[in-house]
């Protein structure tokens, strides 16, 4: 049965944030979901990547960076971020028996998930579903320096149309982050992983996902 989701207040250098903590019976690992730039926690494709996540076993926690919660439409600088993401997996962590605690993020919140981790934000491995690795139409002005220093399993999700990272760039970097990090292409998305003529709700854009992420979740934990 499909755990019951709850929303939580977590407090972040003083200001609450909210957040949907959903958790079934003995969860084999637990993964913190953070949102991209243009949308918050509540979007469908978190939504329907969450509740697939709990039908396989794992708990999850999606949250709101400081930004989203005040109603202001450009994101956080990294600093705080950072300390959101510092700060939500620490709820997380005294919310679990234990289990291995991921942390995960669409776009700009996989990115600032991997910035936390790269200054001491413990995780572990990390899921980005579609890494900004540059902006659209700028593939020199590459976002990957920090991502070099990780050692700890991590999963790209990505389109094959994703204008934020040309498959040959996101391959390369790869490739020079080493034997712990993959990737899982969808062919045809964009960077919402959506196809071109087919209709599809990105509630089950974002549960299609869940096999691949719950099945690398368990090949590391």
């Known amino acids: 049965m499909r755990p019951e989701e709850s929303r939580i207040a977590i407090d972040v250098d003083g200001t609450q944030i909210s957040a949907i903590y959903a958790r079934p019976e003995k969860p084999f690992a637990t993964l913190v979901l953070a ?6 926690m509540e979007h469908p494709f978190l939504g329907g990547l969450a509740q697939a ?8 926690l999606r949250f709101n960076f400081p930004y989203r919660e005040a109603g202001k ?3 956080d600088r990294p600093p705080a971020a950072i300390a959101a993401w510092k700060a939500v997996m620490n709820e997380a962590a005294a ?6 605690l991921w942390a995960a993020g669409k776009s700009f919140g996989g990115r600032m998930a991997s910035m936390a981790v790269a200054e001491g934000m413990p995780a572990a491995g990390l899921v ?3 890494y ?8 020199d002005k590459l976002r990957d320096e920090h991502l070099y220093g990780l050692t700890l399993p991590m999963l790209f999700l990505q389109g094959t149309r994703d204008t934020f990272a040309t498959p040959e760039l996101l391959e390369g970097v790869v490739a020079r982050i ?7 292409w969808r062919d045809g998305g964009d ?4 196809r071109k003529g087919v209709k599809e709700g990105a509630g089950s854009v974002g549960a299609s996902l869940a096999p691949e992420v719950s099945a690398f979740l368990r090949a590391n934990s």
């Open 53 to 60: 996540l709990n039908d396989y076993g794992v708990a999850t």
């Open 132 to 139: 900004p690795l540059h902006p659209p139409g700028k593939p």
């Open 128 to 130: 980005y579903l579609g």
């Open 35 to 40: 949102h991209g730039a243009g949308a918050g």
């Open 191 to 194: 960077h919402s992983f959506a």
């Open 73 to 75: 439409k450009f994101p």
């Open 95 to 100: 919310r679990s028996d234990g289990e291995p």
């Open 178 to 184: 080493g034997p712990t990090a993959t990737i899982g």
